[in-house]
């Protein structure tokens, strides 16, 4: 496993921990899972299981909030507290309880059609806020909990149930819309790389705010082989860029491709992987423009050129410690409340 | 100087009136806040535009702020003015027809130009010809006297006209005897970082208590005595600072912290604004992205353990219906507050209306019970939100909590009550495993209390009772995901149940002196007071009439049923167009007869006092 840049874990602070060892099992649920089988939730549900032992938080402080969808079912899963909620409205549910409660570890989990269609305007004012959240958002360009109609991800002219003759409409790149809402943790990985999921996990978790976590997710009964050739190992290759703090981006076999900046234009380009100038990632840059620029190599139809990992990770005040400072500071600097102080007032008279 | 006679009023109903910038609010405010000191029982309407800054001078952009004080306690912001202080002929003509003749017209002159009489359709002076013959007028140049007294400062004509509103408040206060001390040590406070403004509102006030004092234009001052009100402390309190109050003091005596999301919206969003105030209480506001969002906020503390609570209007009410089903389903304690408005739709945001009975009752997919609980007067509101609370926090459940335009910006004295004497609330969250499964003890989230048939509310953090909640169907008990027909069978009616069973809500309580009324009048919400004044009237008047009014909607007392049929007549007043008439008829089977009116403001009580007397007469 490709460990994270060693950070400490800011975004579990506060959060009790326990020194027993802990194990898959105890994550896991005694409910019966039922996504179809080869769903690529099975996948994802498998690795955060198995990743969360190595937090060492204390389980019931674990929460995992839901909308609804396919994906949406994961929190059931989880032998933590956890909420199905209802379509669209996790990131905003999830924003009261982490507001509220700095102790505890909160996760959203959400699907394209559930965080970009109907909660879209919760999800971005999530990032903007800056709540200590972690969002994994399930994206498997298609409905799959109400069989198989387009979404805001599904690329242009797709034929569906409700498009028979194609789909309208751009999709979103969920990775820009995250950057452009002012995210401060933005990443992409995929549901078949359980090494290179488990670690942008750690990464997520680890940070202070919101981290938006895109996971490419097949759906095998409604959108099969939409990540395919991200996945396919004669094609993946020359089509995914992987990319790492403080590296140069190659992809393609033996690092042949690399990607630049375009002197003229500015913009991001495919060049040599021997190129002298040669983009080195940093995902901590203050300015969003690079990682901006990354997220739009990827071709909104085909998916080619897709970077996954960690687009961005800077720093900034998370919005539930905002808020907590707030009220020490008022309890320090007025007193705490006095109910029948308040309750008279200022304007008050005496009668008898 | 003119001997001054001072005449004893029992009562009296002011109007101020004036343009949406002329301080109308603010005027009337301090106005009551020296009647409220001075001893009297008063009630207050507050009447403004939609507009922040509706054009100047135009009908639309008057504002206005009633005021009823008497030497006996009372129950409504008055009918109709005994005298109107009109600013503007815009003032004037907007509220002409509700002064009746007789009464006193104080008006500014100043801007009775032949443009500004044109702008609301006068083609000649209402001062120089018969329209105000039927009352008694003091024409004034009250702009023109003000600027005259603050020559001395350094203000701009413009400025110094801004305080012609303080000179008519020292003016009426010299006429009424109220005294004009807190005013002045108010706009001290206000304006303390502004001198010159601070001095020259001061000099307008105290100019306005000297012209009444000196000139010969008013002859006779009014005196009316403090009223006589049981011992205690009182202070003025309008309905959106009483519901504030009681959700923290809900707060504190169940000992759970309050969290607030809301998205701004008339006339709810001063509850907003105060309890972001109040963050030494260890309260937490969210201002969310919209109503959505801020009923997900505040259900989303509730399920951390917090007392999560949403605050908003009819419109807000209708966007938030999906997250209450989901309340509702969770079983989880939440308060959402409706501040109703006229509607449909944006409706008539400043103004007042009871038309969301329904909606909050059955405005959700499913069968849905939410308990409701309504607040009857400004300070009632304090009271109702513990309630609410209670309910909410005992049951599992959330609750609709019904204010109105009137309730909020109304305003009337209250004995504060005593803190340590409010009821205590208790959470009992769980802590422990609840039930045995083939001897291994495990948690059921859905194991009801026998009683209450609450569920547990188990909080993350706590060890060993971690479990999944949502709103999908549960199996009664483990609370797992069911889809068996029996089981939803039993789990609507479970929690039909449970809110049908909701104790503690006490009788329906009928207030009839003569025993032997035949019309009852039940009546719910802020149609209190003035359904209150007008059974007195009838009564006044020699007629029998029992009056009930109801705080809880859902469920309503036991009792009701029995109350309504040992009637002969039972008439509903209401500001909707029979939605509680519809429910007692269907509940009960007892043939009501609804009053109503929508007209964005209270019943007046002369006029629901005839249709008692119609319907007495009847019988
Ligand atoms: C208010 C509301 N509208 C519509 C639905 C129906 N619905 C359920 S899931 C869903 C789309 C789910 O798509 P996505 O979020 O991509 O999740 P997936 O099933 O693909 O994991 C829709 C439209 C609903 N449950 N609630
Ligand atoms: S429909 Fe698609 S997304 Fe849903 S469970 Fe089946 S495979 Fe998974
Ligand atoms: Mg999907």
Redesign the pocket.
Known sequence: MTAPVELGRPGLTGVPTTDAKQTKKEFTSDQEVRWCPGCGDYAVLAAVQGFLPDLGLARENIVFVS??????RFPYYMNTYGMHS??GRAPAIATGLAASRPDLSVWVI??????LS?GGNHLIHALRRNVNLTILL?N?R?????KG?Y?PTSEQGKITKSTPMGSLEAPFNPVSLALGAEATFVARTIDSDRQHLTSVLSAAAAHRGTSLVEIYQN?NIFNDGAFEILKNRDSRDEVLIRLEHGEPVRFGADGRHGVRRNPATGSLEVCAGDDPGILVHDATADDPTQAFALSRLADPGTLARSPIGVFRRVERPAYGDLMSAQLDEAAQTQGEGDLQALLRGNDSWTVG | MTVKHVRELDRVVIRFAGDSGDGMQLTGDRFTAETASFGNDLSTLPNFPAEIRAPAGTMPGVSSFQLHFANYDILTPGDAPDVLVAMNPAALKANLPDVPKGATIIVDTGDFTPRALKKVGWDTNPLEDTTLSAYKVHALDLSGITMEALAPFDLSRKDASRSKNMFALGLLSWMYGRSIDGTVTFLREKFASRETIRDANIAALKAGWNYGETTEDFAVSYQVKPAAMPAGTYRNITGNLALSYGLIAAARQSGLPLFLGSYPITPASDILHELSRHKRFGVRTFQAEDEVAAIGAALGASFGGALGVTTTSGPGVALKG?TVGLAVSLELPLVIVDVQRGGPSTGLPTKTEQADLLQVLYGRNGESPVPVVAASSPSDCFHAAIEAVRIAVTYRTPVFLLSDGYLANGSEPWRVPDAESLPVIHPNFATELNHDDDGERDFWPYLRDPETLARPWAVPGTPGLEHRIGGIEKLDGPGTISYDPNNHERMVRLRQAKVDGVAGIGDLEVEDPSGAARLLVVGWGSTYGPIGAAVRRARKAGHNVAQAHLRHLNPMPANTGDVLRSYDRVLVPEMNLGQLALLLRGTYLVDVVGYNRVRGLPFKAEELADVIMEEVGAL
Do not use: M, P, V
């Not at chain 1, 909308?67 to 949406?72: A, K, T, W």
């Not at chain 1, 298609?142 to 109400?146: A, K, R, S």
């Open positions: 909308g609804i969808g396919c994906s949406s209802i379509h959400t699907g394209d059609g559930d965080a109907i399930f498997n298609i409905y799959g909990l109400t109609q979404s759906c | 999906e």
